[in-house]
């Protein structure tokens, strides 16, 4: 056993308004994998590539979406970018909204997370050495 993690879920109350958010923001893409309940995959990249990741599945949510303030309640999926002002130019663009700007991880990386319309919160991280 190794440990690592090797799937995420998406919920969502409306999931094909999230699938297009992701698929303008990321380019990811949904085949669906189960008719009942509706499950669909959640591609994130192509296999083999040196930045290969996981993927995942999104579902309907079974409850209210998380309200505006909420805590995180659960694990929060940061995505690695090439040009972190590129995409978070598409996510506002796409519906999705500033949960905390951007700041630096001195040394390493530009860091931000961001909600989905439907609440979700993820990380989108750029590494840059000169980030100060």
């Known amino acids: 056993m190794s440990n690592r993690v090797v799937h995420f879920e998406i919920h969502a109350v409306d999931p094909e308004r999230v699938m297009a958010f992701y698929r303008d923001v990321f380019g990811w893409t949904f085949p669906r994998w189960m008719e009942v309940p509706p499950y669909w995959g959640v591609i994130t990249g192509s296999e083999g590539s040196a930045a290969a990741g996981i993927n995942g599945g999104l579902m309907q949510r079974r409850g209210a979406a998380p309200g505006e303030g909420s805590p995180v309640n659960a694990y929060v999926c940061t995505v690695q970018v090439d040009s972190y002002d590129e995409t978070h130019d598409r996510i506002v663009k796409a519906g999705g909204t500033v949960a905390v700007g951007k700041q630096a991880i001195t040394?390493?990386?530009?860091?931000?997370?961001?909600k989905d319309p439907d609440g979700n919160l993820f990380g989108v991280h750029q590494p840059d050495v000169n980030a100060r």
């Open 107 to 114: 040394g390493m990386a530009w860091q931000g997370y961001y």
